[in-house]
């Protein structure tokens, strides 16, 4: 088992930045393909970022590309999303999840999954 626990969501204006933390608990952290996912109003949840199981190569999704990073203190169980040069489109809430394989940009794929967090609410607005 695993259980995962986001924060660091909250109200920031465009162009503004975000640091979500996703602590876990169970076993290493390292285990993992790890990523972060997000599900806006009246849209389907969507794969945001991840670092893959075989070699912790990380992907993103081409919206935050240049502007987000996915990273991880393995030592801490704590994965981390930055999030700079926010926009409105950003705001949803934000997932963090876990599952044992996931190679390659298959860790995009939200299916493959199994341990999730709860979320935290992100809102991009002046």
């Known amino acids: 088992q695993l259980q995962l626990v986001e924060s660091g969501g909250g109200l920031v204006q465009p162009r503004g930045s975000l640091r979500l933390s996703c602590a876990t608990s169970?076993?290493?952290?390292?285990?993992?393909?790890i990523g972060w996912f997000r599900q806006a109003p009246g849209k389907e949840r969507e794969g945001v970022s991840c670092i893959s199981s075989s070699d912790g190569t990380t992907y993103y999704e081409d919206s935050v590309k240049g502007r987000f990073t996915i990273s991880k203190d393995n030592a801490k169980n704590t994965v981390y999303l930055q999030m700079n040069s926010l926009k409105p489109e950003d705001t949803a809430v934000y997932y963090c999840a876990a599952t044992r394989s996931a190679y390659g940009n298959s860790c995009l794929r939200q299916w493959l999954y199994i341990y999730w967090g709860q979320g935290t609410q992100v809102t991009v607005s002046s």
């Open positions: 169970g076993r290493t952290l390292g285990y993992y393909a």
